[in-house]
């Protein structure tokens, strides 16, 4: 069954960097309008950042000049680099994207299981 699957989560100190990939676990025609959110235990999950088919980038006021959104087409791969991270950081990073399975199919929204982020000292 076609699913999203996040890596590059870990431990890091503040100040550090860290490069989240978010990937489908199967070959599909196309991923859009790639989305990441974070949650912490006992909270909402809320949304950090987004990309759109045409390359236009939102992101949370929160992560705003420190983290990226971006797209590698041709890998069917979003990524989201994380700079100067701070400790309420610290969650699990979730990926969401529409995708296209084939040429001819709709698009449908998918999610991957996360990756964790920890950031500590």
């Known amino acids: 069954q076609l699913q999203l699957v996040e890596s590059g989560g870990g431990l890091v100190q503040p100040g550090g960097s860290l490069r989240l990939s978010c990937a489908p676990s199967?070959?599909?025609?196309?991923?859009?309008?790639v989305a990441w959110y974070r949650q912490v235990p006992g909270l909402q999950r809320e949304w950090v950042a987004s990309?759109?088919?045409?390359?236009?980038?939102n992101y949370a006021d929160h992560v705003k000049g420190r983290f990226a959104i971006s797209m590698d087409n041709a890998k069917n791969t979003a990524y989201l680099q994380m700079n100067d991270l701070k400790p309420e950081d610290t969650a699990m990073y979730y990926c969401?994207?529409?995708?296209?399975?084939?040429?001819?199919?709709?698009?449908?929204?998918?999610w991957g299981q996360g990756t964790q982020v920890t950031v500590s000292s």
């Open positions: 199967e070959s599909i025609w196309s991923m859009n309008t």
């Open positions: 969401n994207a529409q995708i296209r399975r084939t040429s001819g199919s709709r698009r449908s929204e998918y």
């Open positions: 990309r759109v088919s045409g390359g236009a980038t």
